[in-house]
């Protein structure tokens, strides 16, 4: 059975950091494409990020901010989010898949869900 836990949200402040974790078992992260969605109050769940073999995606409104990363042994992939802003508000989900590089930014090419976890950034 495979389980996707995320973790690490909260409340911060504009301008500030922190770091989701996706916990996996029932698959190993590096056999699978994995990315992070965000889904803010009254708009569509959207694409932030993803690791696909040893490559890595991000939306071009996170570029240089946001840096997703993954470590084998711990069976574990992070979102490592910089310089926070208002409009990164949302509940953030981690999804595994075996996606190819032209579906990654595609909610339908994932197969397993996280339960989400929220970030809120104040002004």
């Known amino acids: 059975q495979v389980q996707l836990v995320e973790s690490g949200g909260g409340l911060v402040q504009a301008g500030g950091s922190l770091r989701l974790s996706c916990a996996a078992s029932g698959l190993r992260v590096n056999n699978y494409g994995m990315g992070w969605f965000r889904q803010a109050p009254g708009k569509e769940r959207e694409f932030v990020a993803a690791y696909k073999g040893g490559s890595t995606y991000h939306v071009d409104s996170v570029k240089g901010r946001f840096t997703i990363s993954r470590d084998n042994a711990k069976n574990t992939v992070y979102l490592q989010m910089n310089a926070l802003k208002p409009e990164d508000t949302a509940v953030y989900y981690c999804?595994?898949?075996?996606?190819?590089?032209?579906?990654?930014?595609?909610?339908?090419?994932?197969?397993?869900w996280g339960q989400g976890t929220q970030v809120t950034v104040s002004s």
């Open positions: 999804a595994a898949g075996r996606v190819i590089t032209s579906t990654l930014r595609t909610e339908s090419a994932y197969n397993y």
